[in-house]
T-cell receptor, first 109, second 117 residues
Framework: QQQVKQSPQSLIVQKGGISIINCAYE??????FPWYQQFPGKGPALLIA?????SEKKEGRFTISFNKSAKQFSLHIMDSQPGDSATYFC????????FGAGTTVTVRA | DAEITQSPRHKITETGRQVTLACHQT?????MFWYRQDLGHGLRLIHY???????NKGEVSDGYSVSRSNTEDLPLTLESAASSQTSVYFC????????????????FGPGTRLTVT
């Protein structure tokens, strides 16, 4: 079964709005939590990542929030732009990466 | 610039045929991975390698095999293609050793779309 559960499956946001994607896990051995961005016809690309000893990490308009006790983490895309329209995958690492099912984000102009 | 390439980009084959998908990286990374991507399942790990002559099964390895004879290449072979193996296949690589940090920052290739008829 999937070790990382991701929601929602898809979301639509207006330009300038906030996109929020949530992920949950059970395995407490996970030690690194990356997010990947994938455009149609391309391979996934590392977007931002966090380690479990940090509660938040921000890079530009992208922020990861991490709640270790709840075993949940989320990606926030601030001031969403049409160019952010893509599929986003959360993942978790023990000795390999386990991926969530993905969220397709559509930003309407 | 260093890169990871996959070939072919598109392949149509018939049920029962053997198919090999190529993956080549110039990052000089120790670690290489094969995933399949299907709607609703995200990326599922097929096989992975933490160095030359090292290969390991992932969560969906049945019907697939790999071998690693050098640092740069990890070809994926479908021994007898089945319609259930119609998918998009991604190769990835990462630096670091076999230790726990070795599979963290993975760089993905552009993918191979395989159709089995």
């Amino acid at each position: 079964q999937q070790q990382v559960k991701q929601s929602p499956q898809s979301l639509i946001v207006q330009k300038g709005g906030i996109s929020i994607i949530n992920c949950a896990y059970e395995n407490t051995a996970f030690d690194y939590f990356p997010w990947y961005q994938q455009f149609p016809g391309k391979g996934p690309a590392l977007l931002i990542a966090i380690r479990p000893d940090v509660s938040e990490k921000k890079e530009g308009r992208f922020t990861i929030s991490f709640n270790k006790s709840a075993k949940q983490f989320s990606l926030h895309i601030m001031d969403s732009q049409p160019g952010d329209s893509a599929t986003y995958f959360c993942a978790a690492h023990d000795y390999k990466l386990s991926f969530g099912a993905g969220t397709t984000v559509t930003v309407r102009a | 610039d260093a890169e990871i390439t996959q070939s072919p980009r598109h392949k149509i084959t018939e049920t029962g045929r053997q198919v090999t998908l190529a993956c080549h990286q110039t990052w000089n990374h120790n670690n290489m991975f094969w995933y399949r991507q299907d709607l609703g399942h995200g990326l599922r790990l097929i096989h992975y390698s933490y160095g030359v002559q090292d290969t390991n099964k992932g969560e969906v390895s049945d019907g697939y095999s790999v071998s690693r004879s050098n640092t740069e290449d990890l070809p994926l072979t479908l021994e007898s293609a089945a319609s259930s193996q119609t998918s998009v296949y991604f190769c990835a690589s990462s630096g670091g050793g076999r230790a726990r940090g070795g599979g963290m920052e993975q760089y993905f290739g552009p993918g191979t779309r395989l159709t089995v008829t």
